[in-house]
């Protein structure tokens, strides 16, 4: 079974430039989910697709951050612009339901530094 | 609110030695407790959940943890370590909240494991 793809792996950037991260799920996983990682610190939810509706956006910084996950399947995260704190690994992860039980299974991440 | 706690954000052991690491938290409704490891360069990976039943749960590569509610613990454990086990480990919470299921996780231990 193949597992969560994401793209690019490494990005860098200017500030107040755009840039967008694509996201693949495992194949037949309803629940999507972005998660911001700064070095140092624990995931932190973005914001998390069932299907191509939105659950749950509410840490989605949202005047800077878009998301959309069209057809339900795969997914991109945007952000335009950017800002030197937006520096961090964004995770990508799938589930096949969305109940506080399922595991989650993460892509290995897309490293952005914005300078 | 929910939130976790994990002490020590580095722990260094010898190889063979006892692996502990610890991790508290907060939840207004039982709640749901995964560990989670994050080998470098990589995504997550599920070491071990809790949901209900048993306390003691056992987990891929040796590791278990114990579900303590009178002590809001879940501490993560390996008789014996090995250099394979050096990565950062995460410690998570999921419950239902107003917003629906959501995920918390903590800020990570780095696990070393001299030789």
């Known amino acids: 079974e193949a597992g969560v793809a994401q793209s690019p792996r490494y990005k860098i950037i200017e500030k107040r430039q755009s840039v967008a991260f694509w996201c693949n799920p495992i194949?037949?996983?309803?629940?999507l989910y972005w998660y911001q990682q700064i070095l140092g610190q624990g995931p932190k939810l973005l914001i998390q697709?069932?299907?191509?509706?939105?659950?749950?956006d509410s840490q989605l910084p949202k005047d800077r951050f878009s998301a959309e996950r069209l057809k339900g399947v795969d997914s991109t995260l945007k952000i335009q612009p950017a800002k030197l704190e937006d520096s961090a690994v964004y995770l990508c992860?799938?589930?096949?339901?969305?109940?506080?039980?399922?595991?989650?299974?993460f892509g290995p991440g897309t490293r952005l530094t914005v300078l | 609110a929910q939130s976790v706690t994990q002490l020590g954000s580095h722990v260094s052991v010898s190889e063979g030695a006892l692996v502990l690491l610890r991790c508290n938290y907060s939840s207004s409704v039982p709640p749901y407790l995964f560990w989670y490891v994050q080998y470098p360069n990589q995504g997550l990976q599920l070491l071990l959940k809790?949901?209900?039943?048993?306390?003691l749960v056992k987990g891929i590569n040796g590791f278990e943890a114990e579900f303590k509610k009178s002590e809001t613990s879940f501490h993560l454990t390996k008789p014996s370590a090995h250099m394979s086990d050096a990565a950062e480990y995460f410690c998570?919470?999921?419950?239902?909240?107003?917003?629906?299921?959501?995920?918390?996780f903590g800020a990570g231990t780095r696990l070393f494991v001299k030789a």
């Open positions: 697709f069932q299907n191509n509706g939105v659950v749950d």
């Open positions: 992860a799938s589930s096949s339901l969305a109940g506080s039980t399922d595991t989650q299974y």
């Open positions: 809790y949901t209900t039943g048993a306390t």
């Open positions: 998570a919470v999921s419950d239902r909240g107003t917003g629906g299921f959501k995920t918390i």
């Open positions: 194949s037949g996983h309803a629940t």
